[in-house]
């Protein structure tokens, strides 16, 4: 099994900074992808950003420009930095993992950390 554990959420205002991070433990193979979703009230969830092992990414057109995702292999966690955030910002955020076992596509989620962007 793999856990990921979220930190680095919080409140900040229109125009400013915070840093995702999130620590994936377990049976977690070299090669993945890792990355960040969202979900504001009342809205499914949608892609942040992803990252690969190999270091391809994957940007919501909301957030290119702005948010930058960083990975470590060695430690297994990947970061994300927001800058310039705008209250459409304002949702939970989850980190997420994908690997594939004899075949299968493995998803694995954390449990999430609220970012408010206040105006």
């Known amino acids: 099994q793999v856990q990921l554990v979220e930190s680095g959420g919080g409140l900040v205002q229109a125009g400013g900074s915070l840093r995702l991070s999130c620590a994936a433990s377990?049976?977690?193979?070299?090669?993945?992808?890792m990355g960040w979703y969202r979900q504001a009230p009342g809205k499914q969830r949608e892609l942040v950003a992803a990252?690969?092992?190999?270091?391809?990414?994957n940007y919501a057109n909301s957030v290119k420009g702005r948010f930058t995702i960083s990975r470590d292999n060695a430690k297994n966690t990947v970061y994300l930095q927001m800058n310039s955030l705008k209250p459409e910002d304002t949702a939970v955020y989850y980190c997420h993992l994908r690997q594939y076992r004899l075949g299968s596509e493995l998803n694995y989620w954390g449990q999430g950390t609220q970012v408010t962007v206040s105006s």
């Open positions: 377990g049976s977690i193979f070299s090669i993945n992808t």
């Open positions: 990252r690969s092992t190999g270091g391809s990414t």
